[in-house]
């Protein structure tokens, strides 16, 4: 008989992780969730607690396929009503909730932060908000939605994205595999509030650029997002994350271009900003403000 002690896991749900963050609620005592702290998020060893535990034994056994040491999932409940729509979030390898989380997968790590990074855009967003009939955000939709396809993924481009993914995301010890997995060896990062609001922001606008959306349209799809407008006019007195963002779009625009492979071969080439070239308003740079 094994008499060896059990290991259990936290079963992550879907309110417990947000865009960038798998540390946006904990459960407490009285069964209901309550949003992490900022003293928390800035720890890299707090982290939220679950409502229920399951046997790593039969984690193991529904992730055999699966070699890394974390899960990527997107929300199934979404609605038009709240914040943003679609929300993706990467957490450590443990059990989640079939239910409400949609598991994605199975990509190649050296294109997967650009996916990630592409879910979690405004432009994607307005989007899935056009292509959703209901509440549920289903693995049906998810394949019908417009992603840009790994082959678009020029060096460049990569190297532009995954420094501010890696931010983003890695703000806690307990995502040191997916760290590693992007070639980081160092700490976490700090949940820096504005810092990442900025690298949410140049995210966004080269997202507007690679779908081809001109600054009008831009401007309009930004504008379809009225609780962050509220939200924003209330803490800042304009509409920051539009003025931000547009602002990042035109100074994009002002770079030279580049060429990289369109979503279908036969399609040859597109243009993109060369990001390269790119200087960001952060100090230190992305990904490299490590705790």
């Avoid at 309550?34 to 984690?59: F, S």
């Avoid at 979030?89 to 079939?98: K, T």
């Avoid at 199975?106 to 405004?122: H, K, S, V, W």
């Avoid at 600054?215 to 799809?221: G, M, P, S």
Wanted: proline share 9%; net charge negative; aromatic share 12%.
């Amino acid at each position: 008989m094994n008499d060896s002690p059990r290991r259990y896991l936290p079963l992550y749900e879907a309110k417990m992780m947000h865009q960038f963050s798998h540390r946006w609620a904990s459960y407490q005592p009285n069964g209901k969730t309550r949003d992490m702290t900022a003293a928390e998020l800035r720890d890299p060893a707090a982290l939220p607690l679950p409502r229920y535990w399951v046997d790593e034994r039969d984690v193991e056994a529904r992730l055999e396929h699966w070699d890394r040491g974390w899960l990527l999932a997107s929300r199934d409940i979404c609605r038009s009503t709240d914040m943003v729509t679609a929300i993706m979030g990467l957490f450590p390898r443990a059990a989640s909730s079939g239910v409400n989380i949609q598991h994605i997968i199975g990509d190649p790590i050296d294109r997967l932060e650009g996916f990630y990074a592409n879910f979690n855009t405004f432009v994607f967003d307005f989007v899935v908000r056009q292509k959703v009939g209901g509440t549920h955000l289903s693995q049906n939709y998810l394949k019908q939605l417009p992603v840009i396809p790994p082959r678009c993924y020029s060096p460049p481009l990569l190297d532009f994205i995954r420094p501010r993914v890696l931010e983003l995301a890695y703000t806690a010890w307990d995502l040191q595999p997916f760290a590693r997995d992007l070639g980081y060896a160092g700490p976490p990062f700090v949940f820096d509030a504005e810092r990442r609001f900025w690298l949410r922001c140049e995210l966004d606008a080269l997202y507007f650029h690679l779908y081809g959306i001109s600054r009008d349209d831009a401007a309009y799809i930004l504008d379809s997002f009225p609780i962050v407008k509220r939200k924003d006019e209330a803490a800042y007195g304009d509409y920051r994350s539009k003025r931000v963002i547009l602002q990042l779009y035109d100074e994009l625009a002002a770079l030279p271009t580049m060429h990289v492979p369109a979503p279908r071969a036969a399609d040859g080439a597109l243009e993109a900003p060369d990001v390269s070239a790119w200087l960001s308003p952060l100090q230190p740079p992305p990904g490299m403000a490590g705790a």
